[in-house]
């Protein structure tokens, strides 16, 4: 169980290691050598965990799933609208999910597949969506495949400006106010009244994400 326990560790260290690189460098810039001593590990253990470059870079994209602690709710809109909530406070506080985002939008990664968290966040957002259009939540017009799409696009650009601008510290406020414009476009009236978009709602999201 020991050498279990100290693998799983030597593998955090290293992934922490990458998620620092990859942030402050980006992909083509990050090195194996700065890496390896950031983690203060040997070569052979980096690559018995991760065989190349490209599987670190796909471990910190994996730090962008969306938050499996959303709590369950009878509005499935309410879920969709805490994901985000959970994430943007992710974002401030969790190295590997920000530099995740960074690879994921690197445009000179070139040769790493950078599509896992889009697809796994369109996933998401339109499980959400299509269990919301069954429970009668949604206008009638409204398509869950093209509003998963346009969700996880507007959250990506949402992301990115907050990034820049103030290194994330008024995403969750750039969170609000983009539900409070799609919400109207898609929710059925009496679902858009009992709808929670308070920033007291996502401090007591907060308490629910893990730290890393």
């Known amino acids: 169980m020991a050498k279990q326990d100290r693998a799983i560790r030597t593998r955090q260290a290293i992934l922490m290691a990458a998620a620092q690189a990859f942030e402050k460098y980006g992909y083509q810039a990050a090195t194996i050598t700065e890496i390896l001593k950031s983690a203060d590990v040997t070569k052979g253990a980096l690559y018995f965990h991760f065989p190349s470059k490209e599987d670190l870079a796909l471990g910190v994209l994996d730090a962008q799933e969306p938050p ?26 969790s190295l590997l999910a920000r530099a995740g985002v960074r690879l994921s939008m690197d445009q000179q990664a070139q040769g790493l597949d950078r599509s896992g968290p889009f697809l796994r966040w369109q996933e998401a957002t339109h499980h959400l969506l299509a269990q919301a259009k069954h429970n009668g939540e949604l206008l009638p017009h409204v398509n869950p495949t093209e509003t998963a799409d346009l969700y996880v696009a507007a959250f990506t650009g949402t992301q990115a400006v907050s990034q820049t601008l103030t290194n994330y510290r008024d995403l969750q406020r750039r969170h609000i106010t983009l539900q409070q414009h799609i919400l109207p476009s898609i929710a059925a009236p009496s679902i858009l009244t009992a709808l929670d978009l308070t920033p007291a709602r996502a401090e007591r999201l907060s308490r629910l994400a893990p730290e890393d």
Do not use: A, N, W, Y
Request: net charge negative; proline share 4%.
């Open 68 to 93: 499996q602690t959303v709590p369950e709710h009878s509005l499935k809109l309410q879920e969709l609208i805490d994901l985000g909530m959970l994430f943007s406070h992710r974002l401030q506080t």
